[in-house]
Structure formats: structure tokens, C-alpha cells
């Protein structure tokens, strides 16, 4: 059974540094793209930018490019997606999702809340 | 890039059809086959429905279909169902070789 499973909820504070994970299962992890989709409260989806886990060619949305970054370890089937310095703005859902291509995502991790406050 | 065009709501019966529309530009919608619809239910993760422009994932309903006529794609649902009330969103592939999702769309079976 494919499976993308996200890391928990977070609570940080405004500056701080982040990193969350997406660790795929039950299918060969390496010949997937894995995309970031972010969903701010009560509003639709944003595509962050995506990464193929097999040779971490990476595509960013420009409205997201040098906010975040996207890397995978491959040894242990996992994406990752990080902040430097959060803001009160990247208060948002986040989601992975795999892709045979960049264009459509037929799996989709459960989520992680992202909230930033001081 | 903005956002595709989708109406903020819309509501139907049961046993109805609804046709849900996205509207972009020959950059996007009307430039490639690589349009998707996805459903959401409140509090859940988004599920594919449709790809590249009319196909169907394994194990969606046939209740399900899309279409395209030059900027705009359309997702129907015919024999709406309870279950059906959801949030759908489309995405397209873009000139800029990114990928850009509508608004999305509030739908409420009566």
C-alpha cells in the first residue's frame, strides 16, 4: 500500500528555523516526484515547487523560491521541506503529494500544521 | 502566475448533474493536457478525480468525467450524491513549467 506519512504539528515562534518531513512506503520511492502544496486557513491549495526523489531535480513555484527549500534523503524515503526564518504568514496546512510527473498527485500526506506566533 | 478561475460555490440535489468550471489561459488550461480536478473534504488531504484532462484514477466513480473546450476545463458530476459535497480544485501545467490550482469550489448537495 502506498503510504506518505507526514511529521506532527509544530508551533513556532517568528524567526525560528523548521524542517518537516514526508516519508514514502509501498512503492519504489526513488522514481517519484514529491510535491509541496501549501493550504493556508479556510483558503485554497498553492503548489510550492516539487522534487524527483531520485536525483533531487528540484522545481520551485518563483513565488516560493528562496522562502523555503526542498530536499530527500533517499536512503530513508524521505522529503523534507524547511524554513530558515518563519513568519506569522507561513501559519499554513502543509502537504506532500507523489507524482509520476510534475503535473498530477495520486498520493497525499495527512498534513502537517505549520503555526508561527510569538 | 495567477490562479485559475473556478466559482467560489455551488449547490445541486441529489441524482443531479453539476458541471464545475476552470478557467485559464492558452498558457495554461488551453496549452496542455495536463489538467486535474481534486477533491477535499473538510479536514482531509486532497484526492486525485481527474488527469490530463478527462482521464480517471483507478477506483474514482464514473459519476466523475472532464472535459475541455479552449481555456476552460469542466469536471461534472452527474447523480450528485451526498458524499459528493466537497471542495474541488482544478490544477494545470503552465508555460513557466510550474503548476497552478484554481481558487477551488465550495460544493453543497441540497
Known amino acids: 500500500e502506498v503510504q506518505l506519512v507526514q511529521s506532527g504539528a509544530v508551533l513556532k515562534k517568528p524567526g525560528e528555523s523548521l524542517k518537516i518531513s514526508c516519508q514514502g512506503s509501498g512503492y519504489s520511492f526513488t522514481t517519484y516526484w514529491i510535491a509541496w502544496v501549501r493550504q493556508m486557513p479556510g483558503k485554497g491549495l498553492e503548489w510550492m515547487g516539487i522534487?524527483?526523489?531520485?536525483?533531487?531535480?528540484?522545481r520551485y513555484n518563483p513565488s516560493f523560491q528562496g522562502q523555503v527549500t526542498m530536499s530527500v534523503d533517499k536512503s530513508i524515503s524521505t522529503a523534507y521541506l524547511q524554513w530558515s526564518s518563519l513568519k506569522a504568514s507561513d501559519t499554513a496546512m502543509y502537504y506532500c503529494a507523489r507524482g509520476a510527473g510534475i503535473y498530477d498527485f495520486d498520493y497525499w500526506g495527512q498534513g502537517t500544521q505549520v503555526t508561527v506566533s510569538s | 502566475q495567477s490562479a485559475l478561475t473556478q466559482p467560489a460555490s455551488m449547490s445541486g440535489s441529489p441524482g443531479q448533474s453539476i458541471t464545475i468550471s476552470c478557467t485559464g489561459t492558452s498558457s495554461d488550461v488551453g496549452g496542455y493536457i495536463y489538467v486535474s480536478w481534486y477533491q477535499q473534504h473538510p479536514g482531509k488531504a486532497p484526492k486525485l478525480m481527474i488527469y490530463e484532462v478527462s482521464n480517471r484514477p483507478s477506483g474514482v466513480s464514473d459519476r466523475f468525467s472532464g472535459s475541455r473546450s479552449a481555456n476552460t476545463a469542466s469536471l461534472t458530476i452527474s447523480g450528485l450524491q451526498a458524499e459528493d459535497e466537497a471542495d474541488y480544485f482544478c490544477s494545470s501545467f503552465t508555460s513557466s513549467s510550474t503548476l497552478v490550482f484554481g481558487g477551488g469550489t465550495k460544493l453543497t448537495v441540497l
Open positions: 522534487i524527483y526523489a531520485g536525483d533531487s531535480d528540484t
